[in-house]
Structure formats: C-alpha cells, structure tokens
C-alpha cells in the first residue's frame, strides 16, 4: 500500500488527503491548526498537529518515511520556500507541492521540488476542454499511480444505484460525481441511480482503473 504525507490542510490539501485515503491509500495528514486536524483525525491512517516549518517535528512524524509528500500551503511562499528546504533536507523521496503562479512554482522547482501543482490554473485548462467537449474522457494524474479519470458509464452498471453496485469495496474505486448529460451531482449519494449515457468521475489507481475500463 502507497503511503502519503499531506502537509497543510486548507481546502485542497484537506480534500486531497481525504480522496487519497478513501482511494485505500495511507495517509499521514498534518496541519498547524488543531481544530483543522480534527476534522480529518477520523477518515485518515493519522492526523497531526505540526509546525510545517520544524525540520525536527517533520523528521519525528515520519514524513521522509512516505512514498509521496504534498505540501499544500501555495498561499504563502516564504513558509512554502522553508518547508521544501527542510523536507529536502531530512530525505524526502518525492516532493509535490502546491503553487499559487508561475513565479512560486520556478522558486520551488528551484529549490528542488520534484513536481509543483497550480490547481486553479489547471483545473480552469481542464474545465475549459470539457465544456468545448463535454463526452470527452478527461484524466488527471495526482501522483505516478492515482489518478482522476472520467469514465462513461459501463452497462452492467445502467439502471443500478452506486449502493447496489457497490463500487468502492468491488472495483476499489470512489466516485466523486456523476453527470447525467448537463447535471453533475458531486458526492453523490448511494441512492444516486446510474443511468445510459451517464458519465462518472473516479479516483483510483491505474490497476483499479485499468479494470473499469474494460467493463462493458
């Protein structure tokens, strides 16, 4: 099992830490804020209560011990350029981090970030490809084995709601929306009925993915 650390909890580090957990991996979630940590404590392997900024506290949580580490505070560059100098430092095997502009992301690959994320940027170029090309499979690539992919919905699946399908514990995936034609439904519920020509958004490994996609 991949094991990730997910440093800073606003919006889209809490988010990400929450789908990567859900997708089966283990998750080490760490933040300043107790109140935020809490909020996860339950749905990840362990939440923490961390300066981002102490090498000492990064090297006693295990960080460097995990297969990937995302430092998700792009809103501030001097504490973002500190925690990638540390993080560099005690050993860590593969660093992504969050960026907020071309700028930020040039000083963190400088400084020896090995991928640097601008997610609003990213998620405006792949919102505008789906809007030109609404059936279009679209995928994302979180890490080198999970990813976000758009699938159209297979037809042994037709007429089944996700509960009856049971699609987390039987293809090991999650479903984060559903679209039936131009109504997206995010988080779906387990009542949600899947119809013919509907398309699912999926987080899942390449192995898990791999074998929806043959399903017909």
Known sequence: MKSFAVLGLGRFGKELALQLSRGGAEVLAIDRERKTVEEVADEVTRAVTANLRDKDALTELGVAECDEVILCIGSDLAAS?????NLKAIGVKHLICKAYDEVHRD???KLGADQVLIPEQEFAVKLAAQMISPRLRDQIQLTEDFSIEEVAVPESWIGKT??????????DVTVLTVRHGDRIVPAPRATEKLQSGDIVLLLGDEKAMAAVRRLR
């Open 81 to 85: 350029v500190l925690a990638v100098v």
């Open 162 to 171: 996700l509960g009856e399908m049971n699609i987390r514990n039987r293809y």
């Open 107 to 109: 000083v963190l690959l």
